[in-house]
Nanobody, 123 residues
Framework: QARLVDSGGGLVQAGGSLRLSCTAS????????MAWFRQAPGKEREFVAA????????HYADSVKGRFSISRDNAANTVYLQMNSLKPEDTAVYYC????????????????WGQGTQVTVSS
């Protein structure tokens, strides 16, 4: 089972950018669908973006389309989330997930999570 380490969060002003990283050990990420979720205080964890394995397509929540981009570097065993034009409503803890998949058009995560990284966007 892969062990995931999330990093790259921080405090940024609205309109700014951050790049999150999710680095795996124990398994190669290339065999997994990879996704990012986020959880704001008092809210449910929600899907942000997914990158499907073996050269499949990327998928995004409507709230981040056109602003966020998911990518992976298989040689580095790392998945990235580039976040541009950040808004205060993007403030949350962001979590990487390995091995989930779509079920009836909804992305269902696996039980393999990173520890999360805090993103705070000030207005």
């Amino acid at each position: 089972q892969a062990r995931l380490v999330d990093s790259g969060g921080g405090l940024v002003q609205a309109g700014g950018s951050l790049r999150l990283s999710c680095t795996a050990s124990g398994r190669t990420l290339s065999i997994y669908n990879m996704a990012w979720f986020r959880q704001a205080p008092g809210k449910e964890r929600e899907f942000v973006a997914a990158d499907m394995r073996a050269g499949g397509s990327a998928h995004y929540a409507d709230s981040v389309k056109g602003r966020f981009s998911i990518s992976r570097d298989n040689a580095a065993n790392t998945v990235y989330l580039q976040m541009n034009s950040l808004k205060p409503e993007d403030t949350a803890v962001y979590y990487c997930n390995a091995g989930g998949g779509f079920q009836s058009s909804i992305y269902s995560p696996s039980e393999v999570w990173g520890q999360g990284t805090q993103v705070t966007v000030s207005s």
